[in-house]
């Protein structure tokens, strides 16, 4: 019958769960495979393949020597993968549950089948519900299973032998991973006997060898399946026992073992060594750029000081409130911030007060500058106080920041120069790294690219020397605009577009790597600004737009600033001279409100405003002889015309920067456009863009073309 349908139109044939079938139909499904060769009949198997039986693993073999069929391995979901899979299945924004996909990855795995089972199981058993149009979630304390899944591995458990059982219960509390040696300590039996119970649950499917001395469950849903047929009480002790264990036998190597630790003590109820554990693990977790566990240990951590009714250390709401910052969660972090500013008082810890002064301080730059400001000075004046040179140097060097950011770079680089005197005495070789970075980044919005190029690059071989990735990456970030931008005015070029464009992308690189989306954010703006300035709009426009979707996330109002400045300086090259006045005029509104006028905003917002307002695009007559290919995004040849005088203004058109004027002048003359006595007649032409003059030059040449806008040039001698 396959045959004969097959010979009117191709056929698709799908057998999904191949590992459920019996011996009968499995013969016939290779007899199906032998057949269709010669038809237009596709065959398409799915099977597990940790549940391969005996039969099929011999019908794959006999398909494989007679070369009938191709196998496909599905690799698991990526996290990404997993997120947007949740994100479909209850119609969430990109932003929604965070915390429900960290929770929900681990035990899924990244299995689709296991990924909507869990979210079934949660949804029947009212942990998530839907109210109006957004879900909301229940703590998960205790993961509800699907029931699938629990009648499963409790049909496989039941089918092992005491010995085994036992072994299993006990790994399931340990954990997803772990060691043959901590299983020996807890048994008390013989090597050989815990070999063999271990063979078992290999045999059985429900644990695999990952080496001679660890072990692991096969899935972290089955490990769930086990430790929740236990009674509290019953896990409590396990995980005590366990807990104790481990400080025995790794007591010289407790380090690698924090996390573990600070799981089984609070599972067990022993507070102190839960927040000692909990506090040790979230440091650890923010050396290594992973601010999303660094939350979760620093949560548990906190948590375990309440239940305890144990004073919570300033230093752990500072450490989350970092984390959270990191992740661009503002209030989260303001909220660890000032309860760590007031635990540090409570208890007069001076040097904890000072490091939430700064923090807050750092952290109100992305909203509100008078509030940033203060900070930094009482920071300034505790460090004072305290006599303490580094507190002082750093201290410095944050206002220093604060006053380039409110357009006074003069005082900016005298508090800058004194934090550098101080590190230079001391030799303190981060701190030297962190005033580098904040001089390079005052001479380049001073217009000095020259000598700001020279401390980013002082500020990124320190930052590579003392393996400090966030640090790096910013100053990457900075330099991406030392081949100039329309942010800095007329500078003299230090870096290649190549090279600026190749740090930019590093910068991103780290960015993502290390998870601070305010980071990524800021370098989209920077590389978008490069290319925008040498004509690559298409790529400028799609950056500037990514950049704002994650400043818009994270609610960051500095970066949302600049931003809309870059779209409305994009928009105002294209003359869509609109949507430049749009985007200009949020971002003069933005940083008005976070009180900040540092460029990109006030200043060189508003000395574009009034020229978009003024102008408006007419066709340009084109003649045969200069016909020229024109890019992707680009508007036609225009002119642009004064609304006051109606009289030409300027116009712009593709071709080298040296003919680009004579071939206007050309235009004009010949269709007897009368100039705009706005704009006088002198020698060279200079391009004002963004409030900002420089020369046309052969370094803003792309091969034989450039997008030479002379709507905002002038003549100068």
Known sequence: MLSALSEHQPLLLVVEDLHWSDETSLEL????????????????????????????????????????????????????????MVQACLSLPRTGLPELFYAIYPLSEGNPFFLEELLKALTTAGELFAEGERWLYKPLSIMHLPRSVR????????????????????????????????????????????LQALKELIAAQLVVEESAEQFAFRHALTRQAISTQLLARERQ???????????????????????????????????????????????????????????????????????????????????????????????????????????????????????????????????????????????????????????????????????????????????????????????????????????????????????????????????????????????????????GSDLMGPTMLTLSLGESRNAGEQALKVAREIGSRSAEAFTLFNLALVLGTRGEYAQALELVQEGISIAEQIEHHQWLTYGHFDLGMLSLDLLDLASAQLHLEQALALARSTSSASPPAISRVRMVIPASRKCVVKPWPDSPEEQKPKPR????????????????????????????????????????FPPCKRLPRNSQLVSHRKGCAHTFSPKWEHGSRVFVLLHRCVLRK
């Not at 005996?54 to 019908?59: C, E, F, H, P, Y």
């Not at 049909?155 to 991973?177: C, K, M, N």
């Open 237 to 483: 002790a396990l995980h005590r026992a366990i807990a104790e264990a481990m400080e025995s036998l790794y007591a010289p190597t407790l380090e690698a073992h924090v996390v573990d630790l600070a799981s089984h003590f609070y599972e067990a109820g022993v507070w102190a060594k839960a927040l000692a554990y909990g506090w040790q693990a979230g440091e650890k977790a923010l050396r290594l750029y992973a601010p999303q566990a660094a939350t979760e240990q620093l949560t548990r951590a906190l948590s375990a000081a309440r239940l305890g009714a144990l004073a919570p250390p300033a230093m752990v709401s500072l450490l989350r409130g970092q984390a959270s910052e990191t992740l661009g969660d503002f209030e989260r972090a303001r909220g660890d911030y000032e309860r760590a500013l007031e635990s540090a008082r409570s208890v007069d810890d001076r040097s904890a007060e000072w490091q939430s002064l700064i923090a807050l301080g750092f952290l109100w730059t992305g909203r509100d500058y008078t509030q940033a400001g203060t900070c930094y000075q009482q920071a300034l004046e505790l460090a004072r106080s305290m006599n303490d040179p580094l507190m002082l140097a750093h201290s410095l060097n944050r206002l220093g920041n604060w006053h380039l950011n409110t357009e006074q770079p003069v005082e900016a680089r005298r508090y800058h120069q004194e934090a550098l005197a101080t590190f230079q005495r001391v030799n303190d070789q981060h701190g030297l790294a962190e005033t580098f970075d904040l001089l390079g980044m005052a001479h380049y919005l001073s217009g000095d690219v020259f000598h700001g190029t020279a401390y980013y690059q002082q500020a990124i071989a320190l930052f590579q020397q003392l393996g400090d990735r966030q640090g790096l990456g910013a100053s990457l970030a900075q330099l991406t605009v030392a081949c």
């Open 633 to 672: 995004c680009m508007p036609p040849k225009s002119l642009l015309v004064c609304k006051d005088c109606g009289h030409y203004s300027g116009a712009f058109t593709w071709s080298s920067p040296n003919s680009s004027w004579r071939t206007i002048e050309r235009q004009r003359l010949r269709f007897s």
């Open 29 to 84: 499904l290779h007899y199906l495979a032998r057949r269709s060769r010669t038809c237009a009949i596709l065959l398409v198997l799915s099977y597990r393949s940790d549940e391969v039986n005996a039969g099929l693993r011999d019908v794959l073999a006999q398909m494989d020597r007679e070369r009938l069929a191709q196998e496909l391995h599905l690799s698991p979901l990526r996290p990404t993968e997993v997120e947007a």
């Open 151 to 194: 009648a499963a591995v409790e049909l496989r458990v039941a089918l092992l032998s005491e010995q085994a059982r036992e072994v299993v219960t006990l790994a399931a509390v340990a954990g997803r991973r772990f060691d043959f040696t901590l299983l020996l300590h807890l048994t008390n039996v013989q090597e050989s006997v815990l």
